[in-house]
């Protein structure tokens, strides 16, 4: 599993499974996140899209 070091090296776009390994988290988690509105993202199709900047929006309010 490959982790990011920096912020610098997290994509602008992220999927669920980058989500998991930025926050650490399982992946029922990360689907909570996102389901709740805890964390903004775009739902197309089947798939979530989460931009960087509501990752560390979610991080800075917590």
């Not at 989500?19 to 199709?45: D, E, M, P």
């Amino acid at each position: 599993m490959e982790y990011f070091v920096s912020f610098d090296q997290i994509p602008l776009v992220l999927n669920v499974k980058d989500l998991q390994k930025v926050l650490s988290v399982s992946h029922n988690t990360a689907y909570a996140l996102i389901r709740s509105g805890a964390i903004r993202s775009i739902r197309t199709g089947r798939k979530y899209i989460i931009p960087k900047d509501a990752v560390i929006d979610y991080l800075s309010q917590n």
